[in-house]
């Protein structure tokens, strides 16, 4: 290595290479939470528009149950109505209230979407957010009517509105943590130093994230001007280099919290294991509940038990899903600062 063997280019090209996979890694880490981001964010407005048009057909059912004779049998609309139903707690968490007259109302947290033949529709907004701007992130809300943000989302479309307002941005501010720390810290103690022509060091790395950190351009072009030396001490002196590579050792440093950021990872991917498993057999207990209904009744009480079921198993997909993405962002961040 440079600190062992200052004075021989290959090493400070195997230097110079090795840094430049760094920092692509940490490119690459950047842009698959972007991407994740994007995915999450188009799955809303796609989420929020099959919610809209499931809020309608349940209202046209209300309509014809409610203007329906005495002698319609409405079995099959009541049986699309409760599908649509299932559906909407999947996606919202959604819950309903029966109606003396057939009808029912249905709720996402403490907002109303449907009530009776009448349709609140919900739609997707982006707004500044001090807390993302450092991560070129805006806000994404829900709205209902156009005006009023919903607070009490659950269900898919939860899970993906809490990916894009928190995980995924809290990553990516992570990840920019590391990427500034191990910039600030090469940069000044190489800054210090002298290359193999006795000039003083520049910059290391330049860039201030991880999507935009690289090894600085004058290094690329020659690896000679790697600062490994001290001042005066001459080409065969490591020290510099030494005290770089000792850098990993710091308890604030780039790598300490690369590895926390990693562990975070991990620890993220067991909870959302042990999520997901829970969630499953949740909703399998509930469905136990809804065929033993059945038996008796097709009620309001009956249509609650559709509605919980279908939320727990869209929870136990959220968090499945997330598991996966996570998964493949460990592997792929296995290797950076290695």
């Known amino acids: 290595d440079v600190a062992n063997f200052p004075d021989q280019l290959p090493q400070r090209v195997a230097l110079v290479n090795s840094a430049t996979i760094l920092t692509e890694r940490l490119g690459e880490a950047d842009s698959g939470f972007r991407a994740l981001h994007t995915a999450a964010r188009q799955t809303i407005e796609a989420t929020v528009a099959t919610v809209n048009s499931l ?50 109302d249905v709720y996402v947290g403490n907002s109303s979407i449907v009530q009776g033949s009448r349709t609140f529709e919900l739609s997707v907004t982006e707004t500044a ?77 330049s860039g201030t994230s991880a999507a935009t950190i690289s090894v600085d351009a004058a290094i690329l072009a020659d690896p000679r001007a790697v600062a490994a030396a001290s001042p005066g001490s001459g080409i065969r002196d490591g020290e510099i280099a030494l005290g770089i590579a000792e850098l990993r050792n710091s308890a604030t440093g780039a790598d300490s919290l690369y590895e926390s950021f990693s562990v975070s990872l991990g620890l993220a991917t067991s ?24 038996s008796v009744s097709l009620d309001e009480e009956m249509v609650d038990l559709v509605a919980t079921q279908r939320a727990y198993e869209a929870s136990a997909r959220v ?14 961040l296995g290797t950076v600062g290695r």
């Open 129 to 205: 957010d001090p807390g993302l701007t450092p991560v070129g992130l805006q806000r994404t809300d829900i709205m209902i009517g156009g005006s009023v943000r919903m607070t009490s989302l659950g269900g898919e479309l939860a899970g993906h509105v809490s990916n894009v307002n928190s995980a995924i941005p809290s990553a990516l501010s992570t990840l920019d943590g590391v990427a500034a720390q191990l910039i600030s810290d090469v940069n000044a103690l190489h800054a210090t130093g002298e290359d193999l022509d006795g000039n003083v060091g520049g910059a290391f790395f």
């Open 271 to 294: 909870s959302l294991q042990r999520r997901s498993s829970a969630q499953s057999e949740a909703a399998a207990k509930v469905d136990e509940a809804r065929l033993a209904a059945r």
């Open 319 to 332: 968090v499945s899903a997330i598991d996966q993405m996570l998964d493949t962002l460990v592997n792929r």
């Open 55 to 104: 809020a309608e057909e349940i209202a046209a059912i209300n309509h014809a149950v409610a203007t329906s004779s005495g002698g319609t049998n409405t079995n099959d609309l009541l049986d699309q109505r409760d599908a649509a139903v299932s559906r909407l707690a999947e996606l919202t968490g959604a819950r309903v209230s029966q109606r003396d007259n057939g009808t029912i």
